[in-house]
């Protein structure tokens, strides 16, 4: 819950409260990138010896096909990351809702394909992204974590592969 709750209010919070400033203050596509590499890696060393680290369903999958979860604990941990996602996105819109020209959320953070794309890339491309980059990120995950792997280092590798994920997606 927690985990994921961080990874939604800090890596959306970023794009929806920090990413554009008049004057270019704000932190652009790079430091929402960081931001939500960095809500994992420290989250991961704050809740992962508790919860394993996997802060959204797709990873969750992913371990428990790889063999290394339980797919008897899948639905409490989907359903926990579903509620932390959900609460992480419900003081993010509180946030949001005070500031003085506030005139709704829009996309809050959202992108797609298409003309939710911020480069216009269709679906199909979406699709390929998506795959592609959640196997990459299971691989970093399932390598970093492995018996054989050096111990204590996995949550640096998981959060900068997150933040490299971003920067390319």
């Not at 989250?43 to 999958?61: D, E, K, L, W």
Request: charged share 5%; net charge neutral.
């Amino acid at each position: 819950f927690f985990g994921t709750f961080w990874l939604t209010f800090g890596g959306c919070g970023s794009a929806v409260l920090a990413a554009v400033f008049p004057g270019n203050l704000g932190i652009a596509f790079a430091g929402v990138s960081l931001a939500f590499g960095l809500t994992v890696l420290t989250m991961a060393y704050a809740v992962g010896h508790i919860s394993g680290g996997h802060f959204n369903p797709a990873v969750s999958v992913g371990l428990a096909t790889a063999g290394r979860f339980s797919w008897g604990e899948l639905p409490g941990y989907v359903v926990s990351q579903v509620l932390g996602g959900l609460a992480g996105a419900v003081v993010l819109y509180a946030i949001v809702a005070g500031k003085a020209d506030f005139a709704g959320v829009g996309g809050f953070a959202s992108n797609g394909f298409g003309d939710l794309s911020p480069g216009k890339f269709g679906m199909g491309a979406a699709f390929i992204t998506e795959v592609v980059m959640t196997a990459f990120f299971l691989l970093i995950i399932l390598g970093s974590t492995a018996k054989r792997a050096p111990a204590g280092f996995a949550p640096i590798a998981i959060g900068l592969g997150l933040t490299l994920i971003h920067l390319i997606s």
